[in-house]
T-cell receptor, first 114, second 114 residues
Framework: ETGVTQTPRHLVMGMTNKKSLKCEQHLGHNAMYWYKQSAKKPLELMFVYNFKEQTENNSVPSRFSPECPNSSHLFLHLHTLQPEDSALYLC?????????????FGPGTRLTVL | AQTVTQSQPEMSVQEAETVTLSCTYD???????LFWYKQPPSRQMILVIR????KQQNATENRFSVNFQKAAKSFSLKISDSQLGDAAMYFCAYRIGSNYQLIWGAGTKLIIKP
């Protein structure tokens, strides 16, 4: 595996379910990100982890819970979601010491909340 | 407010022709970085080109070049010799200094006509 991988690629869940999204980066980066992408809207940054420590939390509802056990893995735990949470969830990683560091993205998880 | 505006929701161009995608941004900072990302229908977001704000010379990557007008806060992307594989959503973004957060535009859908 190379780059940034995400599983599952598609997820359908009810509002009472609990599920988790997984992201893994194989680039040796030290920062990882969760984004929400909705149609015709700018990407919304949800969480940032730098060296496994959460450094940004952009007022995300508590029904989204991130976990970063090490610098290569990132999870997004989901519970009691709402239909408006349906979107494409993108994971990204970068090397923060690099000036103008580029974020490398995974293919995303298409989430549908019924 | 930190914003990015992509005024063209959709653009189309004939194969082998040149197309320019517009982007304007708003920041009071002097140290920042600008990016164009491409998201093909497969959804993997990839970097197209980036520009450091302190550099006056416009960045170029093969068929892709930018027109960076710092005073006007404009950062347009020119694609020369358009190819079918260039069809995608194109997102403009910027990052301030060492801040992790990218500020994104809503994207421009580029259609390539054969």
């Amino acid at each position: 595996e190379t780059g940034v991988t995400q599983t599952p690629r598609h997820l359908v869940m009810g509002m009472t379910n609990k599920k988790s999204l997984k992201c893994e980066q194989h680039l040796g980066h030290n920062a990882m990100y969760w984004y929400k992408q909705s149609a015709k809207k700018p990407l919304e940054l949800m969480f940032v982890y730098n060296f496994k420590e959460q450094t940004e939390n952009n007022s995300v509802p508590s029904r989204f819970s991130p976990e970063c056990p090490n610098s290569s893995h990132l999870f997004l735990h989901l519970h009691t979601l709402q239909p408006e949470d349906s979107a494409l969830y993108l994971c990204a990683s970068s090397q923060v010491e690099v000036a103008a560091d580029t974020q490398y993205f995974g293919p995303g998880t298409r989430l549908t909340v019924l | 407010a930190q914003t990015v505006t992509q005024s063209q929701p959709e653009m189309s161009v004939q194969e082998a022709e040149t197309v320019t995608l517009s982007c304007t941004y708003d920041t009071s900072e002097s140290d920042y970085y600008l990016f164009w990302y491409k998201q093909p229908p497969s959804r993997q977001m990839i970097l197209v080109i980036r520009q450091e704000a302190y550099k006056q010379q416009n960045a170029t990557e093969n068929r892709f070049s930018v027109n960076f007008q710092k005073a006007a806060k404009s950062f347009s992307l020119k694609i020369s010799d358009s190819q079918l594989g260039d069809a995608a959503m194109y997102f403009c973004a910027y990052r301030i200094g060492s801040n992790y957060q990218l500020i994104w535009g809503a994207g421009t859908k580029l259609i390539i006509k054969p």
